[in-house]
Nanobody, 125 residues
Framework: QVQLAESGGGLVQAGGSLRLSCAVSGRTFSSYTMGWFRQAPGKEREFVAAIRWSGGSSYYADSVKGRFTISRDNTKNTVYLQMNSLKPEDTDVYYC??????????????????WGQGTQVTVSS
């Protein structure tokens, strides 16, 4: 049974930092691409970043480029999203997702097979 479990969300002031973690279990994701998405109530799920598990190539949404960094730790089967210089508009529920294949430019939710339960990030002004 595949499970993706996010953690690390919380409340932070504008300009601050948070690191989200996504612990992966139940299968080997070496041939997968892992992504982070975010979603506000009543809005569509929005792509944030993706990383190829094998090799580490990454891709970012323009809105977070230069502020967020996606990475993975093969030994811990965990994907991270380091978020710096946070803005109030970054407030959302953040989701981790897994997609088969190594194409890292994968920005639509329906291309991902596995999802975590989400973790809330709130940035105060």
């Amino acid at each position: 049974q595949v499970q993706l479990a996010e953690s690390g969300g919380g409340l932070v002031q504008a300009g601050g930092s948070l690191r989200l973690s996504c612990a992966v279990s139940g299968r080997t994701f070496s041939s997968y691409t892992m992504g982070w998405f975010r979603q506000a109530p009543g809005k569509e799920r929005e792509f944030v970043a993706a990383i190829r598990w094998s090799g580490g190539s990454s891709y970012y949404a323009d809105s977070v480029k230069g502020r967020f960094t996606i990475s993975r730790d093969n030994t811990k089967n965990t994907v991270y999203l380091q978020m710096n210089s946070l803005k109030p508009e970054d407030t959302d529920v953040y989701y981790c997702a897994g997609a088969p294949g190594t194409i890292v430019v994968r920005t639509t939710p329906n291309l991902y097979d596995y999802w975590g339960q989400g973790t809330q990030v709130t940035v105060s002004s």
